[in-house]
């Protein structure tokens, strides 16, 4: 069980302590990703994005470094802990890191599931259907300071 820090929030992205949902077998979650290498990650949804900028209004893709380009369905094949909870939306004008600029708005609604890093895997995990392309309605990119390092 991870410690509820204020560190591990800003780290998972959560807005407020979430809460415990065992993922059972049958359940089915969304990714969103842009590195075919990154297909399996530990933030899941619970919905599909149809588009780019509905991915980063929900999600943060972007202003995680993320890249945002797939949408991945995944069905439970195996008992998962994972953590559910809102989205922080704000992490970014509260100045994460230094360097990084202002964001404006975010789906206040928007969750996410997050589980370990080592439980994402193709054991408990198994691929629906072939990552689909999301609709690319916008060019979504982070606000970088210059100096800063990626």
Known sequence: MPAFTKQWLLDTGFAEVPTYWPAEPG???????????????????????????????????VKWDNLCRYVARFRVLGHIPMWVGRIDQDFARHGREAGVGPVIGGNPHAVQAWMEPTQANFIKLELVEPARLLVQDGTVMADRHPNQVH
Not at 33 to 49: H, I, Q, R, T, V
Request: aromatic share 14%.
């Open 27 to 61: 359940d089915m979650l969304f990714r969103v990703f842009g590195d075919k290498n990154k297909l399996l990650g530990s933030c899941y949804s619970f919905e599909a994005p149809r588009c780019v900028s509905e991915a980063e209004w929900d999600a943060n893709i």
